[in-house]
């Protein structure tokens, strides 16, 4: 028995030694400075009820990430009829991308731009029937009397044998009022819905208080026209020439809309210190900003939740920390089969790609892929892979990404 006892004792010493090795190697190898990235296991099945049909084989994000083209501070881009792809640089740059032949083409045409801070050459979408009347819609910074504003012009693209292209006839159909100092939030995301009317993001400017200003259209979502026009049935008609552009208020900086397949329109935006939302864009409706918002000002000044002022629309999903939210699609093709209907927010200081799932009027992150760079910009190919712009803002390479199903 006192033998046992004793045996028993060293080799729980040995065991303990061994252990104590053990983990000495593993953390050697760490601070000798040289750590080994290694792919995620493929974990064994779990104990219990783990072979239900949604669980993947292995602890992956379920889909590669290549990089296609390296493009300098990439902003926007859209799919073209032949799959080939328009391209913004903030710069002022619109290029033509054909992926297939690796070839890349300029438009001329653009005009002047405001490249500084957040300003340059933003959004470019196609019209509704591009097929058969070949216009394009641009956003862009342009200077002009009492500092800066966005701008959205629409031209008709003429794109040559070459794989170059130019705007032709472009003119400017609508202006952020009043232009003011800064080179912050102009938003200028630019949709169509189904009905072809044209939607525009028009951010604050980082000035606060012209987001509930009805004489100003900045904070605002503006719906008009393809041709600029106000539409008849905008909900503001009778407050005057710019609030008649606005649809929606009380917004901060939005730089993503997706339409669902219901025809409702989804906004995201960024919130200041704190409170990034997604909310659902309804007529007339106010968004509550600078009056409320679930984030602070960035000198920690507190801003009133908003549970405590019902009578603004509050977001159906809030981020605190920030993700700082950037381009958007709702995705509806069947590569990706398990996200049908998914929502794919860009995430720039979060330098990832988030999922949103929708229920009825409910929204809710659904999961976030880390990225390990700052996006920008989604879209959705023809052949139903999601495309990514890495706006390469901290490492001075932008990238357009593609991701493809594993398998
Ligand atoms: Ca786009
Ligand atoms: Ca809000």
């Not at 905008?234 to 008649?244: L, M, R, S, V």
């Not at 998914?342 to 999922?355: A, P």
């Amino acid at each position: 028995m006192k033998l046992f006892c004793v045996f028993s004792i060293r080799s729980l010493l040995i065991i303990f030694s061994l252990g104590l090795l053990s983990a000495c190697g593993d953390n050697s190898s760490d601070s000798a400075g040289a750590p080994v990235v290694t792919p995620p296991a493929a974990e064994p099945p779990a104990s219990g009820p783990a072979e239900g049909p949604e669980e993947p084989d292995e602890p992956d994000e379920g889909f590669t990430t290549s990089e296609i083209k390296k493009f300098n501070s990439p902003w926007a881009m859209t799919f073209l009829p032949d799959g080939r792809l328009l391209v913004t640089e903030m710069a002022g740059t619109l290029h033509v991308y054909d992926p297939t032949a690796n070839k890349i083409g300029n438009i001329s045409g653009v005009p002047e731009v405001v490249h500084a801070g957040q300003g340059g050459l933003g959004d470019v979408v196609l019209h509704p029937q591009y097929a058969t009347n070949s216009l394009v819609y641009i956003s862009y910074a342009e200077s002009g009397e009492g500092g800066s504003g966005a701008a959205v012009a629409r031209a008709r693209l003429a794109l040559d044998d070459t794989g170059n292209g130019a705007l032709e006839d472009l003119k400017v159909i609508w202006r952020q009022t009043p232009k003011v100092s800064g080179d912050g939030h102009f938003g200028h995301r630019i949709a169509f819905d189904r009905d072809g009317m044209l939607w525009i993001s028009s951010s604050e400017r980082q000035k606060f208080d012209p987001a509930q200003d009805m004489n100003a259209n900045l904070g605002k979502m503006v719906r008009l026209n393809d041709d600029g026009s106000i539409p008849a049935d905008n909900p503001f008609t009778d407050q005057g020439e710019i609030a008649a552009q606005v649809w929606s208020l009380g917004h901060r900086n939005i730089l993503g809309l997706a339409f669902d397949a219901d025809g409702r329109l989804w906004a995201h935006e960024m919130g200041p210190k704190g409170g990034d939302e997604l909310n659902l864009i309804e007529k007339a409706a106010n968004y509550g900003y600078p009056l409320v918002s679930n984030g602070v000002h960035y000198d920690d000044k507190p801003i009133p939740d908003h549970s405590t002022r019902p009578e603004f629309r509050a977001p159906l999903i809030t981020w605190t920390p920030v993700i700082s939210p950037a381009g958007f699609i709702i995705y509806n093709d069947n590569l990706f089969q398990q996200w049908n209907g998914s929502g794919f927010i860009g995430g720039l200081s979060s330098e990832s790609l988030v999922r949103v799932e929708f229920n009825g009027d409910t929204a809710r992150e659904a999961e976030r892929f880390d990225m390990q760079r700052r996006i920008r910009e989604v879209e959705q190919g023809p052949d139903g892979a999601i495309w990514l712009l890495a706006d390469g803002t901290r490492d001075g390479e932008g990238w357009l990404l593609k991701l493809t199903p594993n398998q």
